[in-house]
Structure formats: structure tokens, C-alpha cells
């Protein structure tokens, strides 16, 4: 029996859309994704410290409640609580995984399945269609829905691997106002939309005390109105001409970065407690090349508006993989549930 609907990918997207998949009786089939860049179990907040911004998780006794939600034999995989406590117990936002692990298991309490498995290739021209693991038969399928995210890119240095998530993030939004980056000068990386809102962002936090954005070459490529907004901030200073050759730390949390002039200027080093990274974004959709109609940059594109409907009859797409401009864990879990949704109207349309 072909499956009703198969989800490719595990972040806030994939979950949502399992668990309103699966209140919906459609029994659904979850490819959570192995560790390869592409297909990351839990997705990007797998990478995430506290998440400050998702709806329902202030500050609170978290650790007690996620203990106490999620399956003991995954507790493995929780990250420890932060350090900060209120009356002698742990007090924080929600951290990524551990929100991920709720998410998943609220899937899993709705009869989810799961498989610990990469999706490397699908064949949406035969009916059913089908989706073709790593290891594995091919599985047929009446919909699909693709939730496999974006990643941040990075540098790609040694030194900026070794610092992520203690002063090196790819989101300001998400992380710039932790206590970590309180009364520091930070840097940004980048001259694109991104870039220049990000740096913005944090110079407006009142825990920041100078923003540097530093790009490659003499002239951002953000929109103007943006431009202007960083350029007359007076806490953000320009580096100009600037590469990032090496994050500097003490071990435990960045302290500054070297800067390699592209021009030819002698090389700097700038004090810093943070690193920004804003150079872009990769969506996980390689294996869909071809197959489905996709923007300049590879991010899927849905056909229809306010719809998750993408080229291809019964494919849905949800989260970052169709979204390169709100990026956001609440935005991606948004579009999951109404990929759910969009499913389920499908298969009653068609009589499955
Ligand atoms: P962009 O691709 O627009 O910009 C990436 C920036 O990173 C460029 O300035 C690029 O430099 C720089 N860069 C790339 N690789 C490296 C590297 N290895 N080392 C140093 N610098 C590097 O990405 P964004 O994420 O900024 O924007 C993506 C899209 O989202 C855009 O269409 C943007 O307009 C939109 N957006 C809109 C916003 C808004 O309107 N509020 C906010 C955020 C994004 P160079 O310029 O030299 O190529």
C-alpha cells in the first residue's frame, strides 16, 4: 500500500506538518535525515542555543518540563540546561534541540513514524510516486512534503567551526541578545540585506556596545534604505576591504577575529565577543534538481499563493526550503502545518 504522505526532513517544518498529518489519521512517514550537511536530524536549531523568540517558551523551569515531556531513552540527545537558575532551579528559554525533541515527540504521541534515513533522490512520473532512501527500498507515496530547510553558510575556517555557539552564530535575530553577547562589541559579517539588518538589530540591543560590519569589498550590495539605516547608526563602524582569516579566542568563547585586507592593507585584529556570520544561505535541494520548479538560488517555489503547492501535483513544500526571506523556527512551523493541511485536502480531492 502506497504511504498517504511522506515528509522529508525533521526541523519545525517536518514536525508540524507530521503532527497535523497525523491528528488528521494520515499515518505519516518522517525521513528525519542522517548527518550529512543536507539532511540534518532536528534541522537547523539541532545547532541553536536558547531560542528567545518562539511563542510559548519564555524563560522558565524548561529543563523540568522537557524531562518530563520527552521520551526517557532520548533524553541522551538534550543538550545540558544553561547555567542560569531562579530559586536554586534552572530558568532559560527553550533551547533548539530540546525544542525539536518536543515537537518530535508530540508527533511521535500521534503515531508518527520515523526513519533515521537520508532521501537521495524521488520519482514524481510514476503513480504512485516515489521517494528513494540511502539505504533502502524506494517507498511509494500518494504526497510528499519537502521540508529539508536551508543551511547558514559559513566561512569554512577551522576556527570559526571551533567557536560556533560560543560567540560564532549565523542569527542575530536568534541569538544576539543572549547573555553571552552582553556589553560586547560584535562584528557582522557580510554587505547584503542580511548583513546590514542584522548589524542593525544588534547595534539597536541595548546589550551591544559597537557593531562592526565588516565586508569584502567597498560598497554593500543591501538595498540603500538599509544602507543608510546601518551607515548612520552610530554604533555600527564599517570595515571595509575585509576578510575574516581567523576567529580568536581564549578556548571558551571568541575574543576577537584577524582581518586580512583585500586590498592590500596590512592585516588587523578587532576586539570582539561575537561573530555574525550573514554571507547567505544554501537550501537542502539538490536531490530536486530538475523536478520541481525552484528560484535562482534553488529554494522551491510554491505555485500558488498563501499555498504550499509547488510545481509538481501532490508535492507541498514547507519551511526554509521555500522561504529565503523570514527564515524563522515559527514561520517554518507555520508553513508545515499548512502543508499538512494542503495534503489533506488533496487526498480527499482524490480519493485516497
Ligand atoms: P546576499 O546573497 O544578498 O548577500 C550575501 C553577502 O555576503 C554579500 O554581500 C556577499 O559579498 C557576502 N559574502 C558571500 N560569501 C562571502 C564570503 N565567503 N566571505 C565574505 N563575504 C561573503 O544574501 P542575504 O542573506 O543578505 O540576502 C538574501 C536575500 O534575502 C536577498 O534577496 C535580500 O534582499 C533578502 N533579504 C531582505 C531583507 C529585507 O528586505 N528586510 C532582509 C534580509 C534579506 P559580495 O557583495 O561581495 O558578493
Known amino acids: 500500500m502506497p504511504e498517504n504522505v511522506v515528509i522529508i526532513g525533521s526541523g519545525p517544518a517536518g514536525w508540524s506538518a507530521a503532527i497535523y498529518a497525523a491528528r488528521a489519521s494520515l499515518n505519516p512517514l518522517v525521513f528525519e ?35 518530563s515531556a520527552v521520551d526517557k531513552d532520548r533524553h541522551w540527545n538534550l543538550p545540558p540546561a544553561p547555567d542560569h537558575k531562579r530559586d536554586g532551579v ?23 513514524r520515523v526513519m533515521e534515513e537520508d532521501i537521495i533522490d524521488v520519482d514524481f512520473d510514476s503513480s504512485p510516486m516515489r521517494v528513494i532512501p540511502a539505504n533502502g527500498e524506494p517507498i511509494e507515496t500518494h504526497t510528499i512534503i519537502i521540508a529539508t530547510g536551508a543551511r547558514a553558510n559559513y566561512l569554512g575556517l577551522d576556527s570559526e567551526d571551533a567557536y560556533k555557539n560560543k560567540g560564532v552564530s549565523a542569527c542575530a535575530v536568534c541569538d544576539g541578545a543572549l547573555p553571552l553577547f552582553h556589553g560586547k562589541s560584535l562584528a557582522v559579517i557580510g554587505g547584503g540585506d542580511s548583513a546590514v539588518e542584522e548589524a542593525t538589530y544588534l547595534a539597536n540591543l541595548q ?20 544602507q543608510e539605516r546601518a551607515l548612520n547608526h552610530p554604533k555600527i563602524e564599517m570595515k ?24 592590500g592593507e596590512p592585516t588587523e585584529e578587532l576586539q570582539v565577543g561575537g561573530m555574525f556570520v550573514a554571507i547567505g544561505h544554501t537550501p537542502n535541494t539538490s536531490f530536486l534538481k530538475g523536478k520541481l520548479e525552484m528560484n535562482e538560488k534553488g529554494y522551491i517555489q510554491w505555485s500558488k ?16 526550503v521555500a522561504d529565503d526571506y523570514y527564515r524563522q523556527a515559527i514561520t517554518s512551523a507555520g508553513t508545515g502545518c499548512m502543508a499538512a493541511l494542503d495534503v489533506e485536502r488533496f487526498l480527499a480531492e482524490h480519493g485516497h
Open 305 to 320: 499563493a498563501f499555498r504550499t503547492n509547488t510545481s509538481q501535483q501532490g508535492v507541498f513544500a514547507a519551511g526554509d
Open 207 to 226: 546589550s551591544a556596545s559597537k557593531v562592526y560590519l565588516i565586508h569584502r569589498r567597498d560598497q554593500l550590495r543591501a538595498s540603500k534604505i538599509m
Open 90 to 112: 534552572h530558568h532559560y528559554a527553550v533551547q533548539g534541540v530540546e525544542l525539536m525533541e518536543l515537537m518530535k515527540q508530540q508527533a511521535l504521541n500521534f503515531d508518527t
Open 33 to 67: 535525515g542522517t548527518v550529512k550537511p543536507e539532511m540534518i536530524p532536528l534541522g537547523q536549531l539541532a545547532f541553536t542555543t536558547e531560542v528567545e523568540n518562539y511563542p510559548g517558551f519564555p524563560f522558565g523551569n524548561v529543563r523540568a518540563f522537557v524531562e
Open 240 to 263: 571595509w576591504n575585509r576578510e575574516v582569516e581567523e576567529v580568536l579566542g581564549d578556548g571558551n568563547l571568541v575574543t576577537g577575529l584577524k582581518l586580512k585586507s583585500t586590498v
